[in-house]
């Protein structure tokens, strides 16, 4: 981000010698942070989302919230995991940010296709879940968290997912809740 106000030299030294004196923080290579400190916490550790948004700035990647991650960001989970895992179009790689880890990891296109957009995050969640363990609360609670363009957009994505997610899709999108 900052190669217009210098050479990748120049850029890389001055990010090292703002890091080494405790200005920034180093998350990874070339992701920097300015350290949040609590009074009685001491320095926080970044946000997933904030770490997140960086990777896909830098990087130029889509990346899609799956498994148990998924699950919690809906509400279908109260387990916040210790291992958040995204599925991407780019590298598989792993990402440690103290004790929190983020696991990319690649994936089909047609997975992605619905990436960034609130039915991918269902069909994520519901994936984790299973088909098993899908039941009328399922339902009800993504009815409620969901709004109507957003169930909406399920029947139009309906298309990327296996036949028992669509006909969970069908029963969180239907107007009479059936």
Do not use: E
């Amino acid at each position: 981000d900052f190669l217009d106000l210098g050479s990748r030299q120049a850029v890389d030294l001055a990010l090292h010698r703002l890091a080494k004196k405790g200005t920034l923080r180093r998350l990874a290579r070339g992701l920097y942070d300015y350290p949040c400190v609590d009074a009685d916490l001491g320095p926080l550790s970044p946000t997933t989302d904030a770490v997140v948004k960086a990777l896909k700035g830098r990087d130029n990647i889509l990346l899609q919230p799956a498994g148990g991650y998924a699950a919690n960001l809906l509400g279908l989970s109260d387990q916040v995991p210790m291992k958040i895992v995204f599925l991407t179009d780019g590298p598989a790689r792993r990402v440690q940010l103290g004790k929190q880890v983020i696991m990319l990891k690649h994936t089909t296109p047609r997975v992605m296709a619905t990436a960034g957009r609130i039915s991918g995050l269902v069909i994520q969640a519901l994936r984790h879940i299973g088909q098993r363990h899908v039941d009328d609360s399922t339902v009800v609670r993504l009815r409620k968290r969901l709004s109507v363009d957003d169930r909406k957009q399920l029947l139009q994505d309906i298309r990327y997912v296996p036949t028992w997610i669509a006909a969970i899709l069908r029963r969180v999108a239907d107007p009479d809740g059936k």
